[in-house]
């Protein structure tokens, strides 16, 4: 355990931003409509926020509810919008009807992110088989991360999944960051840091008042206090 491990914030605006970096996240995921599971924000809340804050940002690439890719062209001018307002890492994923990689979908929109990083998010724990998923992603550019409950139900259930997945780490498909998130709570902690799981992803778990309140920099701070072993 003595590598630092990651700490991931989502962050909806410039006063969630500045908390989150205050408490110690290294990385922030932009989005918005939490009520739809993040979807893109805005180029000026982009822009805003890499003026605020100096630590990383991945900026999603999501236009609706759901995991379709849906208008493909749009994602595409959306991301060199990104691109323009000074994003430089991303979050994407999509699926087709029956739950495989959309991956001319995928191909497309990474193909507008000229060699930026960017996290697979939790579209895999829909996907209908999360091995083939990681094979048929393993060499598209930029690839660095999958964010995964290891369940569609979330970490209560997945934990069993991405201890194996962790544990396979090096194999064909399983070289990114395994960051883990959706229903993530501290006490989840000790059995992850145990697996060797090193990054961790949290949105109103950062929040004292839930979804209804902003990023609290002291809930952020705890976070950081447990990942720290302290």
Request: glycine share 14%; net charge negative; hydrophobic share 45%.
């Amino acid at each position: 355990m003595s590598k630092r491990a990651v700490l991931e914030v989502i962050a909806l605006d410039v006063e969630d931003a500045v908390a989150a970096q205050a408490g110690g996240a290294d990385r922030l995921e932009l989005v918005t409509e939490m009520a739809a599971d993040g979807l893109t924000p805005a180029p000026s809340t982009v822009a805003a926020i890499r003026a605020a804050v100096d630590i990383d940002l991945r900026v999603m690439l999501r236009l609706a509810d759901g995991f379709a890719a849906g208008d493909v062209d749009r994602l595409v001018r959306v991301a060199g919008e990104m691109r323009d307002a000074g994003a430089d890492q991303f979050v994407l994923g999509f699926l087709d009807a029956v739950g495989g990689v959309d991956l001319a979908a995928v191909e497309r929109v990474v193909g507008a992110l000229g060699g930026c990083r960017w996290t697979f998010h939790r579209a895999m724990d829909r996907a209908a088989d999360r091995d083939a998923l990681r094979k048929q992603l393993a060499d598209l550019p930029g690839l660095d991360t999958y964010l995964t409950a290891g369940s569609a139900s979330g970490v209560d259930e997945g934990l069993p999944t991405l201890a194996a997945e962790a544990g396979r780490r090096g194999e064909p498909g399983y070289g990114q960051t395994l960051l883990v998130g959706g229903g993530l709570r501290l006490d989840h902690v000790p059995a992850l840091r145990h697996a060797g799981i090193d990054a961790f992803h949290i949105g109103g778990a950062a929040r004292s008042a839930g979804w209804a309140g902003p990023v609290s920099e002291g809930a952020v701070r705890e976070w950081r206090r447990v990942l720290d072993g302290e």
